[in-house]
């Protein structure tokens, strides 16, 4: 066995691997988080560490033959939104019969996202939010987006019991926090309630999701699923409720459902757009009479994946920009750039004649030097980020675009444009439609939401109304292939530029 001394977060750690084994898997049996967008396919180039006497070096393509001493950067915190949204629809506190099971009964509502998971603990006798938890999500060291994690499922042996295992794992660590600062015992939990995108429940529940990713893309289940709390070994009553919200489609999961039935019926917003720019990127167009959605393949350059020196919300992202300089979350050392960081980047290169309209610059541009940074490497965007960029915008505005042609409609026709999760409400508007990520004819009627797949599932757990109101929004949602639309490609072309 090779032995490796590991320092991380002020402490030493010594663990063990196989000669010729790859440095990045016993990271990974050793619970080290790795960050690796790319799967640890060699691609990213997101996954190095500082190896002592050899420099930094890929974690994914590095094989430990003999007895190393290896430094990894300080774990960061994420920055996730977690409040409720103030377009959320009102409904009585009727929990349901799983409430009657404890004399202080209580249930936590879980937002799984590919990238951070959010918790809340729910006092079901009154509705109040005892506290609520904000994690990243662990899986994050086996691919940045849900198809690399489906692709580890497929050549790794044991895949899914591996990112079932992290995820229940990690949310039994939180649960056992939650459970602590309520004063309560894990038997009073009697209700978990889970929100989120259709291959996250998927591992969740332990189901290949292989099909999520191959043509026809077809889900294992879409339909609500009910199981008891010792069925997936959770921290909570045995024979606690557990719900996992339906989804729509493949792309389309219960965290958008979720999001859609949290919103108050209106006369002022009677038609209008919801988008969730996450890891993937969803959208809906909602009508009296029918929602019609879509998702595009949008999320992963926003959430750092495909950007050089990008990174997600977390402490040491560059998360605004402007003239005046740039604004650091956690106000330490610069260590990348996180999306909205991103947006405001580019927004400026192109007011500044950076960047032409067709997305060419001349030269990288060198946002940080090296000096000034965490890690004593400049950060700076290249072409090939500004094409990522292209891509990702491009492939929103095209959607929005299909899904009001879908529907006959104009932008004159739409109340609003919704914006949920927590990078729809930290972006800077102005710059988002500078660059054609967000549609300039909405300009004056954009409105942050936050994190509509947490208040949904908070709905769920609070009250068996909430099924009634999904089960109305699903019974008039129909999903649009953009793919298959005779004029996605046209649209696309045409919104790559800036």
Known sequence: MIKLAVHYNGKIKHIEGESGELLI?????NGFEIYSPCGGNGTCGKCNVMVRNAGLVPS???PVTESIEVILPDRREAKV???QHQHTVILPLMPGKSADLSVFPHGVAVDIGTTTIVLYIVNLITGVIAETRAILNPQAKYGADVITRIQFTTTTEGGIKILQDELISAINNELIKLIHYAEISANEIVKIVFAGNTTMLHLLLGVNPKSLALSPFKAQFLDEQILRGDQLGLNCLPGAEIKVLPSVSAFVGADIVAGLASILPSAKYRNYLFMDIGTNGELALVTENSVLCCSTAAGPAFEGARISCGMGAVEGAISAFSDDGYTVIGDEKPAGICGSGLIDIVAWLCDNGRINTEGQMDND???VTASMTAAGQSISLSQDDIREVQLAKSAIASGVKILLKQAGMNFDQIDALFLAGGF???INTGNAIRIGLLPAELKERIIPLGNTSG???ILALKSVKFNEIIKE?????????LAGDEDFATEFAMNMFF
């Open 60 to 62: 994914c393509l590095y």
């Open 25 to 29: 898997d016993i990271f990974r049996r």
């Open 424 to 426: 729809g409400n930290y």
């Open 81 to 83: 939104l977690v409040e």
């Open 455 to 457: 208040t949904g599932a």
């Open 473 to 481: 929004l699903l019974g008039k949602t129909r999903h649009i292939e």
């Open 365 to 367: 541009y060198t946002i």
